[in-house]
């Protein structure tokens, strides 16, 4: 027998996030979504467009699509620890690639926020197709919360 109640606690999750995704244009444009969401691992997705390619030939999608996608994987783990949205910036991020993604697949981007202090949060992600044991490209980052209105004001209910 399978216990649905986590399924149904992370699909609550990943539609709470799906209305935040798209305040970034550049996420919007990406086509960047939120695959799964649990406390400690948040996952978003880009599917595979012809417009999103780097190498014609390859048929390759370019990297600055997986930077952006682990860039945004890694904020909304963030975002997981926080009680309420706060306004940050990537202060730091370093990508390892590691291999081209497949043409024609979906890539996966994961994140976790590994340590919290009040005024840094950091971070690990996978870029993916099938689990991160089988990385594209790795990511580790560092993010500084800034002072000023967030651009989103609800507060999360319920995020650790």
Not at 26 to 50: C, H, I, T
Not at 101 to 111: H, M, N, Q, V
Request: contains cysteine.
């Amino acid at each position: 027998m399978t216990d649905t109640t986590a399924t149904s606690a992370e699909q609550d999750l990943v539609a709470r996030w799906q209305k935040y995704i798209h305040a970034s244009p550049y996420n919007r444009e990406l086509g960047v979504l939120p695959q799964a969401a649990q406390p400690d691992w948040f996952v978003l997705k880009v599917d595979y467009k012809d417009f999103l390619v780097g190498d014609p030939k390859t048929g390759v999608i370019h990297g600055g699509v997986i930077t952006a996608l682990l860039d945004a994987a890694c904020g909304f783990s963030i975002f997981m620890k926080l009680p309420e949205l706060k306004p940050m910036a990537t202060l730091d991020l370093r990508m390892d690639y590691l291999k081209p993604a497949t043409p024609g697949r979906t890539i996966l981007g994961g994140a976790v926020c590994y340590k919290l202090t009040s005024e840094l949060a950091f971070v690990r992600g996978a870029a993916y197709h099938e689990t991160p044991d089988e990385p594209i490209a790795m990511a580790v980052g560092i993010y500084m919360f800034t002072s000023g209105r967030p651009v989103i004001t609800q507060k999360v209910e319920g995020v650790q």
